[in-house]
């Protein structure tokens, strides 16, 4: 899911200002030849600087969540990413190098490697590491701000509660001072009146105002119901309705502020960014983030206007933001009931694969066909051929008295 941290943000809004196109720059042609050389084992062709592990995670995780088995090797750079204190930055470029007080370590990176680590299984020890240092950065209020210290926003104590609940924990058990993610999480919940009803906002303003923020609710959504990026969509299957009813359980909230995105999506299918300087454009993260939000809220039936939707217009967008975004769309169509597979007549898994090393499933496959594919006498010959050369090495190897197969 798209989080839109605030570093992968920042880049991303530049490059957008920055460009006449609405489109993000082309990553399927690779680095262009003046770019540094990429590292081994890691998805995406664009520099990993504010995004590597976050893009990292949501490949590997969106291949597991589809029965493909990542490649080691994009599975090793992951880990390699991980301090000894059990954080994560965006992109440690010097992995065999100790982290120290000048890497910018942060709450999201750290919490999407997590959420990966532990589908992955296997990875115990760095998982919970990880865990016990986002314990032990988190805020008072029972949140977590994007940086160490820094004030608990609706996105980042979010992806924390994904990966609380990804590592085995309790999120509402992960207490500071008495106070719970979730009550972090409720205090950026509007009321059902007035504008934004429902909705919740990335963080107050300087005057303490909540103002809505699509980003920040698809989110919350999905935190609320203690669930991570890659949610099943077995909600209710009931149409959320905004109701207040005093401070709201976690589970009213995240009603509450599905309704608020079904009303925004209600229009057009999608939702729309607005930056400065730059004209206004359908917002396809956060609209693959809002199909998870209401399947995973009120069922896959809520949430098939925005799936029709990203299913019609989405192939150019995430050709060219690269495996994060195919992430994004897989978790989406898995949410609402729809065939990552044949997405709009493309296969996203296939795509995602693509953008980084094969997978050790998708290596096997492509072996098998290369195998059909070469052989000018067919599939049979080809086996009869192994057959005879089976026996005759297994006469050889009997006669030296050692059991052998072909």
């Known amino acids: 899911m798209n989080f839109r941290r605030s570093a992968a943000a920042l880049a991303a809004a530049v490059a957008v200002i920055g460009s006449a196109a609405p489109a993000v720059a082309d990553t399927s042609a690779g680095p262009s030849p003046s770019s540094p050389a990429l590292p081994a084992g890691l998805y995406g062709t664009t520099d990993p600087q504010y995004d590597g592990v976050w893009r990292q995670s949501l490949a590997l995780l969106a291949q597991h969540t589809m029965e493909v088995r990542p490649a080691a090797k994009a599975v090793d ?89 990804a590592a085995g924990q309790k999120p509402e058990s992960v207490v500071k001072d008495g106070k719970s993610p979730y009550d972090a999480l409720l205090t950026f919940a509007l009321p059902c009146s007035g504008d934004g009803a429902g909705a919740f906002a990335y963080q107050p303003d300087k005057k303490g105002k909540l103002a809505a923020n699509a980003d920040a609710t698809a989110a919350a959504v999905v935190a609320a119901l203690g669930q991570g990026m890659a949610p099943e969509g077995n909600g209710k299957g009931s149409e959320a309705r905004c109701e207040d009813s005093g401070k709201p359980s976690p589970d009213r909230a995240a009603a509450n502020g599905a309704s608020y995105l079904a009303q925004a999506v209600a229009k057009d299918g999608h939702l729309t960014s607005s930056l400065p300087g730059a004209t206004d454009q359908p917002d396809f993260g956060n609209t693959a983030d809002t199909v998870v939000a209401l399947a995973v809220q009120s069922g896959p039936a809520q949430a098939q206007k925005p799936l029709k939707w990203l299913e019609k217009n989405s192939e150019a967008w995430a050709k060219q933001s690269g495996p994060a975004a195919y992430a994004q769309l897989v978790f989406a169509a898995r949410a609402a009931g729809a065939d990552p597979r044949d997405f709009g007549g493309v296969d996203l898994v296939e795509r995602l694969n693509a953008t980084g090393p094969a997978p050790q499933a998708a290596a096997e496959k492509d072996t098998d066909d290369s195998a059909k594919s070469d052989s000018p006498f067919g599939v049979w010959w080809t086996v009869g051929v192994f057959l005879v050369a089976g026996v005759g090495i297994g006469f050889l190897l009997s006669g030296r008295k050692k059991q052998g197969q072909s």
């Open 77 to 165: 750079w992951l880990t390699g990413q991980q301090c000894a204190d059990g954080s994560f930055a965006a992109f440690r470029a010097e992995p065999g190098k100790a982290c120290d007080a000048k890497l910018m370590v942060d709450t999201n990176s750290t919490a999407a490697a997590v959420q990966a680590l532990a589908a992955l299984g296997g990875h115990d020890t760095a998982t919970g590491k990880a865990v016990s240092w986002l314990k032990s950065v988190q805020n008072k209020d029972g949140g977590w701000g994007y940086t160490p210290g820094g004030p608990s926003d609706t996105n980042s104590t979010s992806v924390v509660i994904g990966a609380l609940a």
